[in-house]
């Protein structure tokens, strides 16, 4: 499998050129199957409107699954050629949200008027919605395993995706402190966290703070970098793709940050917009 990294910020995008070398454009990750189109779109923030250049400017067909529906992982949604294309066929995968609204009125409810000038039905092409449970599932052409994990307003969950040979966990939103410090003080390694990154190629993770910067942001719903890198080494997980880079990181500082883990015994980078690992 190939997945394309499309957009790597948390929170809002950060453009300038201190932000250039890792890119400034929020979640959004594509997976493919060998030598297909990519078929599977992990959440939709404005590096979803990288897709179009992957495409041949082709439209995309296949599932737009959201690991929730935060603005920085919606907000590239209408302004994407491949999707918002009359040639596309969209299947979109929400969080089951346990209050019985429908998918696509969930949706609405941050792209409608007067918010946006469109609400979902406005997309064109031809597009479905609905909501996921936690459990496996087939999405996209990929095994899927969804599970809650602790992030903050609004049910989050984290996906671990394969295809039979390559695996990745994508946890791009996770803040396990809301459970407790854990042995490291970064938060427990609870047992959905553990699943999702079983054993994975790549386990890509939200990483907006430093160690350091958590106690005073641990009420924000995201991780600590060292969190991860611990996780992998617990999980049996291969590698660690920092992910979510605060948008105040700038690249120096992203090198920094993953100079710390040099010494990890998994391999750890921070995620590039723009980058494909083959897996
Ligand atoms: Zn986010
Ligand atoms: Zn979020």
């Known amino acids: 499998m190939k997945v394309h990294v499309l957009g790597v910020r948390g929170s809002t995008p950060a453009p300038g050129h201190a932000f250039a070398r890792h890119g400034g454009n929020t979640s959004c990750i594509a997976v ?43 907000q590239g949604l209408p302004f994407s050629r491949a999707v918002d294309n009359d040639g596309a066929e ?12 429908e ?3 969930v949706l609405r409810r941050a792209m ?9 039905e406005g997309l064109q092409g031809s597009w479905s919605f ?12 990929f095994d899927v395993l969804a599970l809650e994990i602790p992030h903050k307003g609004g049910r989050t969950f984290g996906y671990r995706v394969s295809d039979g040979h390559g695996s990745i966990a994508y946890l791009s939103d996770h803040g396990p402190a809301a459970l407790g410090p854990g042995p490291d003080g970064w938060g427990p390694y609870h047992e959905a966290a553990r699943a999702l990154a079983a054993d994975v190629d790549v386990l890509i993770h939200d990483a907006q703070h430093t160690a350091e910067e958590l106690p005073s942001r641990a009420g924000w719903g995201h991780s600590a970098a060292d969190y991860p890198v611990r996780l992998a080494e617990l999980a049996g997980a291969r590698s660690v793709l920092l992910f979510h880079h605060d948008p105040t990181r700038t690249d120096d500082d992203l ?16 995620a590039v917009e723009g980058s494909v690992l083959e897996l």
């Open 130 to 141: 609905e909501s996921v449970a936690p459990g496996e599932h087939h999405i996209g052409g």
């Open 32 to 74: 493919a199957r060998d030598g297909d189109a990519p078929s599977l779109l992990l959440d939709a923030g404005t590096g979803l409107r990288g897709l179009g250049a992957l495409l041949g400017e082709g439209p995309f067909h296949g599932t737009l699954l959201f690991g929730h529906l935060h603005w920085d992982h919606t």
């Open 255 to 270: 090198d920094a940050i993953v100079a710390r883990f040099a010494g990890a015994s998994v391999p750890v980078t921070a």
């Open 90 to 101: 969209v299947r979109v995968c929400i969080p089951e949200q346990g209050d019985g609204d």
């Open 112 to 120: 409608s008027p007067p918010h946006f000038p469109i609400g979902p």
């Open 103 to 105: 998918a696509i009125d």
